[in-house]
């Protein structure tokens, strides 16, 4: 990769990381006004260092490792920088299974937003589609049947990785609810849960949701030194929104659209790359500057015309 390519890719992941955990930015905002100044300086800083290092820095190499077991750890984290032509072939053989469980996790995350999350209607069908929420579970689960059919007739090991990116996804899914019933105990201060405690709760649910965007990272690149920088800023992006901006970034109606959409079209370059596409490793990062700033626009329009209706 090229010094241009380099820094297009940790753009768009800092971008990515940092639209995907607006959420979590919330949350975090929250629950940290209900805690002692201390407690939230000592979060702000020592969370920053855990988030990004153990976090988003530790899962993409687990990650890219467990694929790799003929891999040790060293040449798991520099593969991708690697020359060793031994070192080139198992990430080309593992590439496959890695795209199509992230693939499969990111479809699924976005499908289930589509049909019973709540949401501002960005776009047209979409309270429609909300309409037909049940229908969700049967279309997974025949899109799950589809791309393991397709891909046993590659590689049987491939196929897995589909059914590993579904299960991912139900299993972060339902830390993610339990975070959200969690917040609302925490929020009104009935839990009799020390300012500590709300802390390492925190961090547990900080984890939870950085799943997505570290399982994003791979539709932009399979370098985990890359992966671990542009996450790693995005997530200094989303702790600056913690503490300065995240009343007005709630104004903002929008972004969680384009989140989502993004985190779809990030999804299907994964799948269709699993299948032999090849699609350059620029394309995720125009893609994403491209639909996040639709919906920004979309959300910046919004908020003009109520200041407009207002002052009128």
């Not at 959420?23 to 855990?50: H, Q, Y």
């Not at 988003?56 to 984290?77: Q, T």
């Not at 920088?81 to 590439?95: A, N, T």
């Not at 032999?276 to 910046?300: D, N």
Request: hydrophobic share 55%; aromatic share 14%; net charge neutral.
């Amino acid at each position: 990769m090229d010094i241009l390519s380099i820094g297009l890719v940790i753009l768009g992941l800092m971008l990515f990381e940092t639209i995907t955990s607006i959420d979590n930015a919330v949350i975090n905002a929250d629950v940290l006004s209900k805690m002692s100044e201390k407690a939230r300086k000592w979060f702000l800083l020592w969370g920053l260092l855990i988030a990004v290092f153990a976090v988003r820095g530790l899962l993409p190499w687990l990650i890219v490792w467990v694929a790799n077991p003929s891999l040790n750890p060293i040449e798991a984290l520099t593969a991708t920088f690697s020359s060793d032509p031994l070192v080139m072939e198992s990430i080309e053989l593992s590439k496959p299974v890695l795209l199509i469980g992230g693939g499969v996790f990111l479809v699924f995350l976005f499908l289930h937003w589509l049909f019973i999350e709540p949401k501002n209607y960005g776009l047209w069908g979409e309270k429609t589609i909300q309409n037909y929420s049940l229908w969700f579970f049967a279309i997974v689960s025949i899109l799950l049947a589809l791309i393991v059919w397709f891909a046993i007739q590659i590689n049987s090991i491939m196929a897995f990785g589909a059914v590993v990116g579904s299960t991912a996804f139900f299993i972060t899914h339902g830390f993610k609810e339990n975070a959200e019933a969690k917040e609302k105990e925490l929020l009104h201060g009935n839990t009799g849960m020390s300012d500590m405690s709300k802390i390492l709760y925190l961090e547990v649910i900080d984890a939870t949701f950085s799943i997505d965007g570290v399982v994003g990272a791979f539709a932009f690149t399979l370098s985990v030194p890359l992966i671990i920088i542009g996450n790693g800023l995005g997530a200094f992006i989303v702790r600056e929104f913690t503490i300065h901006n995240i009343e007005n970034v709630k104004k903002y109606k929008y972004l969680k659209n384009g989140a989502m959409y993004s985190v779809f079209v990030l999804g299907c370059i994964m799948l269709w790359d699993a299948f032999g596409g090849h699609i350059p490793e620029y394309v995720s990062p125009i893609v994403t500057f491209a639909v996040i700033g639709y919906f920004f626009w979309k959300s910046r329009a919004e908020l003009k015309r109520a200041e407009a209706k207002t002052f009128a």
